[in-house]
């Protein structure tokens, strides 16, 4: 946040003096590190664990709107928002949603919907919530959300503080990046307003995959190299 506000004195210093409202570009005065957040996120194997989770109803409906902030992407309160109208049909069959992102009020590309948030929307459709006020999941204050979120950590023996923006992340590395989704689209389904935030953030994660792929050819490389030379020994035994 820091860094960001100083991002923009910066730039209007440096605006003030390219008008010549002043003689000297004080913007230069100022330098800043960018701290790099470390990125939590949940595991395929934590995020199993919460699906086996069975508790009272209020939890219940905690741990499925959480899913599914993990396989959508979406903030907390564009989940919150969601309605019957956000859910469409796409060309190939599947459906997908159409909103604009809260923080910048910009278009949403279509997101078509993954198989584990299309089963959670089809769960609650003879929900009060659903059928009082039309949303597709019956979401509770973030106040209570993260409270509530606290308990299934507990529950599903996770260390790690589990928040709604957890989920976020966790749609973007354990789902997304590990599963092969290229960092462009991944910047797009996230909204943002451009892919070097994306890769600012998820750069670790990039390097890992990079470091998986090379292992793979590596192995391929090992594997091609021991049949050539046991066909050149076939070859000259025959």
Known sequence: TVYK?????????????????TTKDLSRKFKIKKQRKEIIFLTTEELDRIKEIESVERLNVIRDTFLFLCYTGLCF??????????????????FSLVLKRQKTQKNIPETPLLPQPLELIRKYEKHPTRLNEGKLLPVLSNQKFNAYLKEIGVLAKIEKPITTHVGRRTFATTIA??????????????????????QECYAELQNERIREEFNKISKQIITNEKKKTGLLQSIAKN
């Open 5 to 21: 506000k100083i991002e923009r004195i910066k730039a209007m210093l440096k605006w003030a003096f390219d008008m010549e409202y």
């Open 77 to 94: 309160r564009e989940i919150a928002g969601l309605k019957e109208e956000n859910l469409t049909r796409n060309i190939h069959g599947g």
């Open 177 to 198: 990046l590990k599963n092969g989704m290229s960092m462009e689209v991944l910047s797009k389904t996230l909204g943002h307003s451009n892919m070097r935030i994306t």
